[in-house]
């Protein structure tokens, strides 16, 4: 990319720079008179990103410059962030008090920022500082988000896993620039994208530790088991809506990074390797589901479902990409499909418990949501659609999620040496998904046949409401069409079917005036040749 197609083919990443820098002015120099401002100002940006981003269309994967590698996957990242980032801030428009609302409009942008950039990470040290720009504004967010204790220790708390999360993530990073001898974690070369670490049994010691310590920094993102005892205690302490957006813009970030650290080793992960993913994702599935049967408080129970999707989502990792497959046979455009839906569908649920109070605090217990079907019928279906969904069952988007997923493991015939656990993992899901059900339908049945509770109101106003139903709705939307959002994932995952790995004498660079793909003798990054 030369000076001038920079900027513009990061249009979107600088429009959200600067919204949140515009969010962060304007909510100093209302001086607290009114908050809708902020959110005005960041949703419009949310909202004019997102239009550039479908306007640009899909890169064509020839622009790399300054560690960034725009593909297929940034356009899918950046338009799945950026529509449910607009509902984000639908739901959160009260939330932040008076005085904070700019720090708090702002730090929801720099995370969503955070998620575009991971996405177009082609260097070690660009996907750290990506994924950490997703995380650190959360653990603002969750402190800002409410002026008790609980929100106080979750968020102490948060930081300090996310800090040792972190140094995990960035020590296993630098045994993957000690094993490939650069940061580039893909080559561009005239027949594609090759990455500098060889697969299976060829990926040497250092590099297999940097790959799994590289996976355990991840797993904190996505709440993954063993990583995941701080989410149940966040997620209550935190605010519905922070909550809400905790469920998704992590859990994105963590997947897209975890498909291109899998792409790296050419998708052939070493016996020890596949086997812990798949212990955790087993482990995921089950101690969420088992868990969440225990739990009485929606919030928790909501945290320790989304533990349990975590692990439906790393079955499609395991499967791994499906050359010019449809999405039965395609667990990579599974995952990508599966968690814009989750997203969304986790969204709709804290919505709801934004929408109440009763007394001096949020709803969020079972009891709470007695006789809401009577108070607000509407909400009361467009919840119970969101839970629906969460929960696998038809019509909603949330059935053709599981379905993908579990027909990727299916259907892997003989391509692959795990077909048989990677069946016995997704038999291991569909039973976790029957017992998932039970704790579901008993949200659903405490909104609908509960006795009704006292001192319950209306809150948030209109734009939760908004975003409430848009959830909804969407779910149906999506599981009459599929087909838009699933071709859009499939063709997200040309990006992660890596060719052989290269040979370190001879690897390809970008043109630094044009953005074309050319020859060097050496191992150089892709920005090599820009000035």
Same mark, same amino acid.
């Given at each position: 990319?030369?000076?001038?197609?920079?900027?513009?083919?990061?249009?979107?990443?600088?429009?959200?720079?600067?919204?949140?820098?515009?969010?962060?002015?304007?909510?100093?120099?209302?001086?607290?008179?009114?908050?809708?401002?902020?959110?005005?100002?960041?949703?419009?940006?949310?909202?004019?990103?997102?239009?550039?981003?479908?306007?640009?269309?899909?890169?064509?994967?020839?622009?790399?410059?300054?560690?960034?590698?725009?593909?297929?996957?940034?356009?899918?990242?950046?338009?799945?962030?950026?529509?449910?980032?607009?509902?984000?801030?639908?739901?959160?428009?009260?939330?932040?008090?008076?005085?904070?609302?700019?720090?708090?409009?702002?730090?929801?942008?720099?995370?969503?920022?955070?998620?575009?950039?991971?996405?177009?990470?082609?260097?070690?040290?660009?996907?750290?500082?990506?994924?950490?720009?997703?995380?650190?504004?959360?653990?603002?967010?969750?402190?800002?988000?409410?002026?008790?204790?609980?929100?106080?220790?979750?968020?102490?708390?948060? %930081?300090? &896993?996310?800090?040792?999360? *972190? +140094?995990? /993530?960035?020590? !296993?990073? $630098?045994? @993957?620039? =000690?094993?490939?001898?650069?940061?580039?974690? %893909?080559? &561009?070369?005239?027949?594609? *994208? +090759?990455? /500098?670490?060889? !697969?299976? $049994?060829? @990926?040497? =010691?250092?590099?297999?530790?940097?790959?799994?310590?590289?996976?355990?920094?991840?797993?904190?993102?996505?709440?993954?088991?063993?990583?995941?005892?701080?989410?149940?205690?966040?997620?209550?302490?935190?605010?519905?809506?922070?909550?809400?957006?905790?469920?998704?813009?992590?859990?994105?970030?963590?997947?897209?990074?975890?498909?291109?650290?899998?792409?790296?080793?050419?998708?052939?992960?070493?016996?020890?390797?596949?086997?812990?993913?798949?212990?955790?994702?087993?482990?995921?599935?089950?101690?969420?589901?088992?868990?969440?049967?225990?739990?009485?408080?929606?919030?928790?129970?909501?945290?320790?479902?989304?533990?349990?999707?975590?692990?439906?989502?790393?079955?499609?990792?395991?499967?791994?990409?499906?050359?010019?497959?449809?999405?039965?046979?395609?667990?990579?455009?599974?995952?990508?499909?599966?968690?814009?839906?989750?997203?969304?569908?986790?969204?709709?649920?804290?919505?709801?418990?934004?929408?109440?109070?009763?007394?001096?605090?949020?709803?969020?217990?079972?009891?709470?949501?007695?006789?809401?079907?009577?108070?607000?019928?509407?909400?009361?279906?467009?919840?119970?659609?969101?839970?629906?969904?969460?929960?696998?069952?038809?019509?909603?988007?949330?059935?053709?999620?599981?379905?993908?997923?579990?027909?990727?493991?299916?259907?892997?015939?003989?391509?692959?040496?795990?077909?048989?656990?990677?069946?016995?993992?997704?038999?291991?899901?569909?039973?976790?998904?029957?017992?998932?059900?039970?704790?579901?339908?008993?949200?659903?049945?405490?909104?609908?046949?509960?006795?009704?509770?006292?001192?319950?109101?209306?809150?948030?106003?209109?734009?939760?409401?908004?975003?409430?139903?848009?959830?909804?709705?969407?779910?149906?939307?999506?599981?009459?069409?599929?087909?838009?959002?699933?071709?859009?994932?499939?063709?997200?995952?040309?990006?992660?079917?890596?060719?052989?790995?290269?040979?370190?004498?001879?690897?390809?660079?970008?043109?630094?005036?044009?953005?074309?793909?050319?020859?060097?003798?050496?191992?150089?990054?892709?920005?090599?040749?820009?000035?």
């Amino acid at each position: 990319m030369n000076g001038e197609s920079y900027w513009v083919a990061l249009a979107p990443e600088w429009v959200l720079l600067t919204g949140a820098c515009v969010a962060l002015t304007v909510g100093v120099l209302r001086g607290g008179s009114d908050r809708a401002w902020t959110s005005a100002v960041a949703l419009l940006t949310v909202a004019t990103s997102l239009i550039i981003a479908v306007r640009r269309g899909v890169p064509d994967g020839s622009d790399a410059a300054l560690g960034l590698w725009l593909t297929p996957l940034t356009y899918y990242t950046r338009v799945i962030a950026l529509g449910v980032g607009g509902l984000i801030v639908l739901v959160n428009w009260h939330q932040p008090a008076p005085g904070e609302r700019g720090e708090y409009m702002a730090l929801v942008l720099f995370s969503l920022l955070g998620v575009l950039l991971t996405a177009s990470a082609n260097d070690l040290v660009v996907l750290f500082m990506a994924v950490e720009l997703v995380s650190v504004p959360t653990y603002v967010l969750v402190a800002l988000s409410r002026a008790d204790d609980r929100a106080s220790e979750a968020a102490v708390k948060y %930081f300090f &896993l996310g800090a040792l999360s *972190a +140094a995990v /993530l960035a020590y !296993g990073l $630098s045994f @993957l620039y =000690g094993a490939s001898g650069t940061t580039t974690m %893909f080559a &561009l070369t005239p027949a594609g *994208a +090759a990455p /500098l670490l060889p !697969g299976g $049994s060829a @990926l040497s =010691g250092v590099a297999l530790i940097g790959v799994l310590l590289t996976f355990c920094g991840l797993a904190f993102k996505i709440a993954a088991v063993p990583f995941h005892a701080y989410a149940p205690d966040v997620y209550e302490g935190a605010a519905a809506p922070v909550t809400g957006m905790l469920g998704f813009v992590p859990k994105l970030a963590g997947f897209v990074a975890l498909a291109r650290l899998f792409a790296m080793c050419n998708w052939e992960l070493p016996a020890g390797l596949f086997w812990s993913v798949w212990v955790v994702a087993g482990a995921s599935m089950t101690v969420g589901n088992v868990l969440a049967l225990l739990q009485k408080n929606v919030k928790r129970m909501l945290a320790y479902s989304g533990i349990a999707h975590t692990g439906y989502m790393l079955i499609g990792l395991l499967v791994g990409p499906g050359a010019g497959e449809g999405p039965m046979r395609d667990g990579v455009a599974a995952m990508l499909f599966y968690i814009a839906v989750y997203g969304l569908m986790n969204l709709g649920a804290f919505a709801l418990l934004t929408a109440f109070r009763t007394g001096d605090r949020e709803v969020e217990t079972l009891g709470d949501l007695g006789g809401l079907s009577a108070r607000s019928p509407a909400l009361a279906i467009a919840f119970a659609v969101c839970v629906f969904s969460l929960m696998g069952f038809p019509p909603t988007a949330g059935f053709l999620g599981k379905l993908y997923i579990f027909s990727g493991a299916f259907s892997l015939g003989n391509r692959v040496a795990y077909e048989g656990p990677l069946i016995v993992l997704a038999v291991i899901g569909v039973v976790n998904s029957a017992i998932g059900a039970a704790y579901y339908l008993r949200i659903v049945a405490s909104t609908y046949m509960g006795g009704e509770a006292t001192e319950v109101r209306s809150s948030g106003g209109v734009p939760v409401r908004l975003g409430l139903v848009a959830c909804s709705v969407t779910m149906l939307l999506l599981f009459a069409w599929p087909g838009g959002l699933l071709g859009e994932a499939r063709e997200a995952t040309t990006a992660l079917r890596t060719i052989a790995p290269v040979d370190e004498s001879r690897v390809a660079v970008g043109d630094g005036e044009s953005g074309a793909l050319s020859s060097a003798p050496t191992v150089a990054h892709p920005d090599a040749s820009l000035p």
